[in-house]
């Protein structure tokens, strides 16, 4: 028999970089004050203010999420049409040790993104679901080792200044908070901007936000 190959389609994207920047102590000051201004959520706390990019202090950092969400697109989505990524809905998150943040997806939201401006990279990780796991009812077998097919979970190490972007579909979560530093993560949700679809096929949908 001739040697086998194995094709990956249909795959999730999730984009990593880092945005190559240095939080200034006026940023990271901000960033700090708001722990006084959270509420509970399942797990740790996150902002009152769900539209913490549009605060004056980070605006800078806002400016590189843009470019970012330009980068995604070009390269993974590739529009056809004239179409913008832009930022909605963004807040703080705070995981203190011993915290976590509950298994969840973003909806209304095209890509979410987290940029970590507070972390321990030899603990803190981001764990992705495998949806084929869960919209299947497949039989279960114990494997001895684990890959990107036959895992119900994976997960990446995260780092200060690292920036993570996947489709808001993604089931995602936080475990257990080890390490004594309080984890310190600035999500975001995106929607498209421009026109989807074609006028002469009568699928076109023009999407304009006002608000930017």
Known sequence: MKESSIQNIFPTPVYMTNIDKEFTKKELDFVYSQKKHTVNNDGNTSTIDNYILNRKELKN????????????LDKIICPSNDLQLYVTQS????????QFHHRHEHPNSV???VLYLDTD??????????P????????????????????SSWWFPVEIGQLIMFPSSTT?????????????????NTFYKGSLG?????TELKLWNFLI
């Not at 807040?91 to 011993?98: A, K, S």
């Not at 990279?121 to 495998?130: E, L, S, V």
């Not at 979560?173 to 975001?188: C, E, H, W, Y």
């Open 91 to 98: 807040w703080l998150n705070f995981t203190e040790p011993n």
């Open 61 to 72: 950092i806002k400016k590189l999420i843009n470019i970012a969400c330009q980068d995604y």
């Open 172 to 188: 995602h979560q936080v475990d257990n908070k080890k390490g004594s530093n309080t984890r310190i993560s600035l999500a975001f």
């Open 111 to 113: 890509i979410s993104g």
């Open 121 to 130: 990279k030899n603990n803190d990780t981001i764990k992705f679901f495998n």
């Open 198 to 202: 074609v006028n002469r096929e009568l």
């Open 132 to 151: 084929i796991k869960y919209q299947q009812l497949l039989p279960e077998v114990n494997s001895d080792k684990y890959n990107f097919y036959n895992s």
